[in-house]
């Protein structure tokens, strides 16, 4: 049952277990709290499990959130993840993940990162430009290791997300076209004791609710495979990246699981009979609904043009809303449905004007010292907090079965 409101009060319910207030946390901590919801976040991967072909391994997008106790989860489903740097295979290392399932993406791995990630034997490294399957030539013949290696192909779709997490479009800096194939099969012949192309990966962007940019991705892509296969590459994997995106707007989960259902159906029909294992990079649709941040007004401000609810929780703490415009619901932990409504925005203490969690938000007249929710803050929220203004961060707190780890 994830978030929701029981007696009044902004709880995390779980079946066959006592429902944790909000309200207690906050007596407890008394500081601004990004509060987990586990049994969401395993529910999500075990449906994200069923989604797809049987022969599909879920490789958790870790940069949404790489709390220990999720990454502990993640290893005991015996899932993988999706890494883009060295500090996260070691996070997802230590949390018990088996390196033979961590794929690793990003434009800027630095030698010391593929050497790093060849050491301890993750899966395959997904190759970003020419330049770096070099690099991953010379550091895997250096170690005499092999190294497997999938291609990111940038299949030039424009889904419909905000601007700044598209990455699958043909300006962006991620991804190669096929233009590059030529010079890559060069690079892999000169190296090929050491370095086998095993792939061929896909990550468009992030927070896409159409499915038809995914899917003309891949159809886009499944050629390319097809024909290095016959070249006689050992291709196994296909790997068709994350961006799932969540229903920041209502309350409204269900949406998300037949969103991926939905998703999961249409790509096992489009990879046919191909002896693909399938591999699926979700980060926000895992973790996103299954987070909130919990955040003190400090203040009322009126002047005669806005009402202003400062709140102790910013852009430092939750950057999504400065970041891309971001909507994220906000309601006060304890319903009060006595008190009139008024209009507010809900500001941080930054020293920015963009410092905004949401502008012109309805709620039950708010007063100093009340508790709000940040809904849906589980994905890319904490990892990206910061102490701008020396402030500190924010603390978090994971439920499961009734309890807080
Ligand atoms: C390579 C790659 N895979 C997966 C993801 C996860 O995306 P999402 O959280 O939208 O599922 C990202 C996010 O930026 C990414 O860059």
Redesign the pocket.
């Known amino acids: 049952m994830a978030f929701c409101f029981e007696k009044d009060q902004l709880v995390i319910a779980s079946e066959g277990f006592l429902s944790v207030t909000m309200q207690s946390i906050v007596q407890e901590i008394g500081k601004p709290t990004y509060v987990y919801d586990l049994d969401e976040v395993v529910r999500r991967l075990k449906h994200l499990s069923g989604a797809f072909t049987e022969n599909t391994t879920i490789?958790y997008?870790m940069?949404?959130n790489s709390h220990p106790e999720i990454l502990k989860a993640v290893a005991q489903l015996g899932l993988g993840v999706?890494v883009?740097s060295e500090g996260e295979i070691r996070l997802a290392l230590k949390a018990g993940v088996d390196p033979g399932k961590v794929v690793f993406?990003?434009v800027g791995k630095s030698k010391s990162e593929i050497r790093h990630a060849i050491e301890v034997g993750i899966r395959q490294i997904?190759v970003e430009s020419v330049g770096e399957l070099r690099r991953i030539g010379e550091m895997a013949g250096s170690l005499k290791k092999v190294c497997n290696v999938a291609f990111?192909m940038n299949p030039d779709v424009d889904p419909d997300t905000h601007p700044y997490?598209k990455?699958g479009f043909r300006d962006n800096k991620?991804g190669m076209d096929e233009s590059a194939l030529p010079e890559l099969e060069e690079v892999l012949k000169a190296n090929s004791e050491y370095v086998h192309l095993t792939g061929l990966?896909l990550?468009i962007?992030?927070?896409?609710r159409e499915l038809e940019s995914f899917l003309d991705a891949i159809q886009k892509t499944l050629p390319i495979w097809d024909h290095l296969k016959e070249q006689g590459y050992p291709l196994e994997t296909f790997d068709i990246?994350?961006?799932?995106?969540i229903s920041y707007t209502e309350e409204n989960p269900e949406s998300d699981y037949a969103l991926i259902a939905e998703y999961g159906a249409a790509v096992n029909k489009l990879l046919g009979d191909r002896a693909i294992e399938l591999q699926v990079?979700?980060?926000?649709?895992?973790?996103?609904r299954s987070g909130v941040l919990l955040t003190e007004v400090q203040y009322i401000k009126q002047t005669p043009y806005k009402n202003f609810a400062i709140v102790n929780s910013g852009m430092h703490h939750l950057m999504r809303p400065s970041l891309y415009s971001a909507y994220h619901r906000v309601e006060p932990i304890e319903k009060y449905t006595d008190r009139p409504s008024m209009v507010y925005d809900i500001v941080g203490p930054i020293c920015e004007s963009s410092d905004v969690i949401g502008h012109d938000r309805s709620l039950p007249r708010l007063e100093e010292e009340q508790w709000l929710a940040i809904r849906d803050a589980g994905?890319?929220g904490f990892c990206m907090a910061n102490t701008y203004n020396a402030h500190e961060l924010p603390e978090e707190v994971v439920v499961s079965e009734g309890r807080k780890l």
Do not use: L
């Not at 990079?281 to 996103?288: F, I, Q, T």
């Open positions: 490789h997008a940069k949404a999706d883009v993406s990003g997904n990111r997490i990455t991620f990966t990550h962007g992030s927070q896409i990246g994350g961006g799932v995106g990079e979700p980060g926000r649709v895992v973790v996103g994905a890319y």
